[in-house]
């Protein structure tokens, strides 16, 4: 009876997680039998990279022997260490075949690609539709428009480009910037059918602050607040209509709030706005640590039928900069400063084909970490990750693309104002918005730009809760919003009415083109250098950049700053990644992280994400493990218990303003000298460093390291957030762990793993990419698992490359997947590569013929690299104290 209460319970809670919708598709959630259908389009692509030849128009693909794959997709595997621009730059092909449903006759028909990278050219049956220049941004394809019909056969092909390319942001070459371009189509991929009367999407539709629907807010307080909301209905009908239009606000249990009908009358072929607004008594706030969600459903009906239905995630909040007053949310001011990270998105192996359940995971490590703010760097962030920062109480300052470089010609200033303005279409919805960065990052563009960019996302965004940041390095600074600056200037600011905010802090170089410094250490390289770089980030004790103490100190006009960088991530500049991350590029944490997680109010409880007092030791107990133990920990005090006898206790030195949570040391408290001694008198389970943390007295956090012995096991686990869903797109990491019986991981020890999958899922790499086998570093060895289109079990087995009889462990676990939550669309679906560890694998050659003309070219590249150095010391003093 025990184990049928379990079950029940079990399967509760999974019906509880399919109800949830965490993502969002073309910027909307989906209404059952609305008349709209929204269907993934994901799976079953055929690719190819590099270039074909253009023949014939229409276009003639003979795309059978390319390979079948998913989105989101890169266009190749990289190693996850991959910078220097070892990535592929150049055409890349896909192609996918579908029938229309007859079911259709008489819907509208569109494909909606979140993004494609670089360059991107649309065709439809051979014929070329459309041609799209930048990477981050929807592009949106009607079919219809273009003669596709219920029961045609339809041939999608597209080529992605992501060539250097300086007719369009980024557009400085690749191998000048501090970060990767990749490739594909590396984000999702919709096929939307409605009727001929339709809410517009808001990108596609190119009207000034409307299109879709738009949600802005006034008067907002904890008694009541008004929310404004701007709809745009298009009528592709032969003949007029008049049209209701009903906009219903739900709250988080999906009890009806407000409600409001206003009708409209578009002639033959036009579209028009409906302007309603509705009142909310006694609402629940979205605050990063209260993200409260409504569901506003937006409803359109046509002769009393309706016609087209869409529901949009809001959060009902006010934000205001008041210069010397800092931020003030809801009202009231934000009593702490807003600390957080920057983000760029690419992950090991898969470059930025990063899927939904991915972003969302990354977003709850930095807010269980304690930040509230992330800036995207430097370009819009994925849609999923937009709706993770709403979910999970993440304010997110969204970048336009760009980094240092600015091309005089007109059409490159055209094509910033117009991703400008539709990133502020596409994200301004997203309660999780604080600023806009429309400015190109760490440019010398000229202040017409400047106050270009200002314009259109202010004529994007007229309402209350628009800001604008820009460097106080750029022309133009003086007519923003917010000003990005050191604290040390923000008094000039203040004296202008500005509040300030530091884009990037914490990294510190020895000269710009070696780049090395002590924020920049690889997991790998252990206790000592990762210390160093928890230390330099918290307080500054040696020299370099800002840190979290001087944030702290800074006046309250100042009202935070993001760290350089929350993730480790490849770059185009340096063949070194850049390691300064608080975790690696596969989300495993260094010492950093705990550090920042200390940073945490101990007395703040959420319900989204960990939160409260915790304690951890940066000491694995190895041989050559630092003397000091150092403790991070939000708690009034510690007590540390060293091999069960010496117990010490500290409370962490505070100066009066300052950080509030200083890392804790006890000098000289371990010795392996020591822990030599109890193995050997046989007392090795006294072998341990136990932390307690204190607060008002009692003990509120507790944890225990003990020294790893003989290698004896691997042990396997999931880190994952969300429940992985059977789409043929989620992925999850698995840690493989070498580890002693009794579970404590072995840091030092350099084992190759085999990593072997079954059921539904495959291995994503292989031995070009050095993904399996993998050598484990600090103790760890991961996998990336992406799943099938079919719910099932997915097994994992990991064994050693290199058994033998002192150590030949193995290890298995399974994880359950979920059925995908939206029907997809396809005709043919990869096959689940099998692991093969020593079957044929590409290897990148040199032409030894091209060897004079890249000599010819390297002083062209040293040219070029100098002026990027120039940029960087510019600009880099808005870092420095």
């Known amino acids: 009876m025990k184990k049928i209460l379990l079950l029940i319970i079990f399967w509760a809670c999974i019906g509880v997680l399919q109800a949830q919708e965490h993502f969002s598709a073309a910027s909307f959630y989906p209404v059952p039998n609305s008349g709209r259908e929204v269907l993934d389009f994901n799976p079953g692509w055929r690719f190819h990279r590099g270039d074909i030849p253009l023949k014939a128009d229409p276009l003639q693909l003979d795309d059978s022997k390319w390979e079948l794959v998913n989105l989101p997709h890169t266009v190749q595997l990289v190693p996850s260490e991959a910078s220097g621009s070892r990535n592929y730059q150049g055409p890349a092909w896909y192609s996918k075949r579908f029938t229309v449903d007859t079911r259709y006759q008489g819907k509208r028909l569109s494909l909606y690609f979140e993004a494609v990278m670089g360059k991107s050219s649309f065709y439809i049956n051979g014929y070329k539709v459309k041609e799209h220049f930048g990477g981050f941004l929807p592009v949106s394809i009607d079919l219809t428009a273009v003669g596709v019909r219920p029961g045609d056969e339809v041939t999608v092909a597209v080529c992605a480009d992501n060539s250097d390319d300086p007719s369009f942001p980024p557009g400085r070459k690749q191998y000048t910037m501090d970060f990767c371009v990749f490739g594909g189509i590396y984000r999702d991929c919709y096929l939307i059918c409605t009727g001929d009367v339709h809410v517009s999407d808001a990108n596609e539709a190119g009207q000034v602050a409307g299109g879709g629907v738009f949600v802005s807010y006034e008067d907002v307080s904890d008694q009541k607040a008004r929310v404004n909301v701007k709809t745009h209905i298009v009528n592709d009908r032969e003949s007029g209509c008049r049209v209701v239009v009903e906009s219903t606000l739900l709250d988080a249990v999906g009890k009806q709030v407000a409600s409001t009908r206003k009708s409209l009358s578009l002639s033959a072929g036009s579209d028009g706005h409906v302007m309603q607004q509705l009142t909310v008594r006694n609402p629940s706030l979205w605050h990063p640590d209260t993200p409260n969600l409504y569901r506003l459903r937006t409803s359109v009906y046509l002769n009393g039928k309706l016609c087209d239905a869409v529901v949009s995630r809001i959060g009902i909040r006010s934000i205001e900069f008041r210069g010397a007053d800092g931020l003030y949310i809801n009202g009231k001011p934000f009593g702490d400063k807003l600390m957080g990270v920057n983000r760029h998105q690419d992950y090991a192996y898969i470059g930025n084909a990063v899927p939904n359940n991915l972003h969302w995971l990354d977003v709850k490590k930095m807010r269980d970490a304690g930040f509230r703010i992330i800036r995207s760097a430097h370009y819009p962030q994925d849609p999923a990750f937009m709706d993770a920062c709403d979910e999970l109480g993440m304010f997110i300052i969204v970048a336009t693309p760009g980094w240092q470089y600015w091309n005089p010609e007109p059409v490159f200033e055209e094509r910033i104002l117009s991703d400008i303005r539709n990133m502020v279409r596409r994200d301004r919805n997203h309660p999780s918005v604080l600023l806009w960065e429309p400015v190109l990052n760490e440019t010398a563009f000229p202040e017409s730009f400047a106050q270009n960019a200002y314009r259109a996302t202010h004529e994007e965004y007229p309402a209350p809760g628009c800001y604008a940041a820009i460097d106080d390095k750029s022309k133009g600074a003086m007519g923003y919003d917010v000003v990005y600056t050191a604290p040390k200037n923000e008094a000039f600011y203040r004296n202008a009415g500005k509040s300030c905010f530091t884009r990037e802090y914490g990294d510190c170089v020895d000269d710009w083109n070696s780049h090395n410094s002590y924020s920049r250490v ?18 500054k004790d040696y020299g370099g950049s800002l840190t979290v103490d001087q944030f702290y100190k800074s006046p309250r006009g100042h009202i935070g700053g993001a760290l350089w960088h929350s993730f480790d991530h490849q770059r185009g500049y340096h063949p070194d990644p850049f390691w300064g991350g608080l975790m690696d590029m596969f989300r495993q944490p260094k010492y950093s992280y705990y550090m920042m997680m200390s940073q945490r109010d101990p007395h703040l409880h959420l319900e989204q994400a960990d939160s409260g007092p915790m304690v951890y030791i940066a000491n694995a107990m190895t041989p050559f493990s630092p003397e000091d133990i150092v403790v991070y920990t939000n708690c009034d005090s510690v007590r540390v218990i060293v091999n069960e006898k010496d117990t010490l206790v500290q409370v962490p030195l505070l100066e009066e303003k300052g950080i509030r949570h200083p890392p804790v040391v006890f000098k000289g408290a371990y010795s392996f000298v020591d822990v030599r001694a109890l ?30 012995k003989r290698n004896e096991q691997l042990v396997l686990t999931v880190d994952s957030g969300l429940p992985l869903r059977a789409n043929g797109s989620d992925m999850v990491t698995v840690i493989a762990s070498i580890t002693d019986k009794d579970g404590y991981v072995k840091r030092l020890s350099q084992e190759t793993v085999i990593f072997e999958v079954e059921g539904e899922g495959e291995l994503v790499g292989g031995r070009e990419v050095e993904a399996n086998p993998r050598v484990s570093r600090w103790g760890t060895a991961p996998a990336l698992i992406r799943t099938t289109t079919k719910a099932g079990t997915i097994k994992i087995k990991a064994r050693l490359l290199h058994p033998g009889i002192q150590f030949h462990p193995q290890a298995v676990i399974e994880i359950a997947t979920l059925p995908a939550e939206r029907v997809a669309l396809y005709r043919e679906l990869p096959v689940p590569q099998k692991t093969e560890i020593f079957g044929k694998t590409e290897v990148g050659e040199i032409d030894f013929n091209e060897i004079e003309r890249l000599a010819r070219e390297e002083q062209e590249r040293i040219n070029e690299m100098k002026q990027v150095e120039q940029q960087q010391r510019h600009f880099e003093s808005t870092e420095k104290k």
Request: with cysteine; proline share 6%.
């Open 679 to 708: 193995h050997r008198a046989g007392k090795p389970e006294q072998c341990s460093i136990v932390a307690e943390g204190f607060l008002d007295g009692k003990i509120v956090a507790r944890t225990k390291n003990m020294p790893s």
């Open 522 to 539: 690889a997991r790998e390289w252990g206790e000592e250098p990762q210390i160093r770089q928890a230390q330099h980030y918290a307080r």
